[in-house]
């Protein structure tokens, strides 16, 4: 399946959000959102993607 | 000091953590500075989170996630829900911005999502221009904490409308008031504790300065020097001369 991860379109073999953060290395202390809208840590296992989903994956950075 | 959202902040410094020279630079600034709080954002994650996350954990100070960048409600919502979650905090920095020039606040859609935000349980604390009724109207959807503008953020202005600060301060003496952008020198840190306001925040001053652990403690030492002129009461200013050596005694020798 492709979708769109931080903007960049991809391939990937996970079926759900939680696999993806696996597959892709994701794994540190990160907040996601999928189709512009948060999926909390606890929902992302049950957050199965779609073909084109964008998905954000956001992590602490600095800011002013 | 008042509190903010029920915490009481050892100092009244809030600073950024945005645009060092370097990680040690950012951490000795910090030092220098005693800022109480540090600012920090979410971006797409790159690799380099984790390692931040520590260094800010080192810090030792409390951190307050930013909605920078967000021009719509939706999108700030979204970015404190994720803030949220990831630094493990329920107050938010809220920045809702209406021009890409000026980064002046949207500040209608800026009270529409401090609603919403409030009403979720987080601690709001707005970025909003100095209108009084933007200030009222922020109270009302949940916010104990105002921030205004002193100027456009990472001009190094200083405080623009004093008149309209004076006045907000007045309107709101009890509620925390902290300028958020437009600090470029101390004398302007220094100016608005004087009138009164409860903290600071600044970035780009310190972190764009040449040596910024130095301008961190200018900051710190015109903050403290703003403070205790406030609570001495100053004097008010006046358009004519009155002497200060008295006129009674005074030979006659014309």
């Known amino acids: 399946m492709k979708i769109v991860l931080n903007g960049e379109l991809c391939e990937v073999q996970a079926m759900n959000l939680a696999e993806v953060l696996v597959e892709r290395g994701l794994n540190s202390r990160v907040a996601t959102a999928v189709n512009e809208e948060f999926v909390p840590s606890v929902m992302r296992a049950g957050h199965q993607l779609r073909d084109g989903d964008r998905v954000e994956v956001l992590s602490p950075m600095q800011g002013g | ?254």
């Open chain 2, 1 to 254: 000091m008042k509190p903010f959202y029920g915490t009481q902040l050892p100092s009244r410094m809030m600073l950024g953590t945005a645009q060092y020279p370097s990680p040690a630079v950012l951490a000795q600034a910090f030092r220098a500075s005693k800022a109480s709080v540090a600012t920090v954002s979410l971006r797409r994650e790159s690799g380099a989170g984790e390692t931040f996350w520590r260094m800010i954990q080192d810090l030792g100070v409390l951190i307050l996630p930013n909605t920078a960048g967000c021009h719509t409600v939706k999108e700030a919502v979204t970015t404190a829900h994720m803030a949220r979650e990831v630094f493990d905090t329920n107050w938010i920095k809220l920045e809702v911005i209406g021009h890409a020039d000026s980064l002046q606040p949207d500040v209608f859609q800026l009270v529409e999502a401090a609603r919403i935000l409030a009403a979720d349980g987080f601690q709001v604390f707005p970025y909003t221009t100095e209108d009084l009724i933007v200030g009222e109207k922020l109270l009302d959807a949940g916010c104990e904490i105002l921030m205004p503008w002193g100027a456009p953020i990472g001009s190094g202005l200083g405080l623009n409308n004093e008149y309209a600060l004076r006045a907000m301060r007045a309107e709101f003496p009890d509620v925390p008031m902290v300028i958020d952008a437009g600090i470029g020198l101390p004398s302007h840190a220094a100016h608005a504790m004087e009138l009164g306001f409860d903290a600071v925040l600044m970035n780009t001053a310190v972190a764009h300065a040449g040596d910024p652990v130095e301008m961190a403690r200018a900051m710190a030492q015109a903050i403290e020097a703003g403070t205790k002129a406030h609570r001495a009461d100053p004097i008010e200013a006046r358009d004519m001369a009155e002497p200060s050596t008295p006129v009674i005694g005074k030979a006659f020798l014309t």
